[in-house]
C-alpha cells in the first residue's frame, strides 16, 4: 500500500510562493510517474500538474508558467514550487502516483488572501 505525505502548505499574499513537498513509500518510486492535485471548497478535486519517472512535466492551464514541479528520487519526494500565487489557487493539495492509489494522503492546505 503506498503510503503518501503532504506537507508544505500554508497562508501566502497574493502573488507570494509557497513549496510544497509529497514523500512516498510503498512503492518503487523512481518508476513511478506523480501527479499533483488540489481540492477547493465546494469544488472537486482536479489535476494540477504530472512528472513522470523520466522527469517530463505537464501541467494544467490554470497553473501553466506559475507552479513547477519536480522530483528527487533518492528522497522518494515529489515537490511542487508555486509562484506569482492567486486567491483562486486556495486549496487543500494533494499527491498520488500514476495510476492513482485508492489511499489518499491528508493533503496539505494552501490559502492565499490579503
Known amino acids: 500500500q503506498v503510503l503518501l505525505v503532504e506537507s508544505g502548505g500554508g497562508w501566502v499574499q497574493p502573488g507570494g510562493s509557497l513549496r510544497l513537498s509529497c514523500a512516498a513509500s510503498?512503492?518503487?518510486?523512481?518508476?513511478?510517474?506523480m501527479d499533483w492535485y488540489r481540492q477547493a471548497p465546494g469544488k472537486q478535486r482536479e489535476w494540477v500538474a504530472r512528472?513522470?519517472?523520466?522527469?517530463?512535466?505537464t501541467y494544467a492551464d490554470p497553473v501553466k508558467g506559475r507552479f513547477t514541479i519536480s522530483r528527487d528520487n533518492a528522497k522518494n519526494t515529489v515537490y511542487l514550487q508555486m509562484n506569482s500565487l492567486k486567491p483562486e489557487d486556495t486549496a487543500v493539495y494533494y499527491c498520488n502516483k500514476v495510476p492513482p492509489s485508492a489511499s489518499w494522503g491528508q493533503g496539505t492546505q494552501v490559502t492565499v488572501s490579503s
Open positions: 510503498g512503492t518503487i518510486f523512481s518508476l513511478i510517474p
Open positions: 512528472i513522470t519517472s523520466k522527469g517530463t512535466t
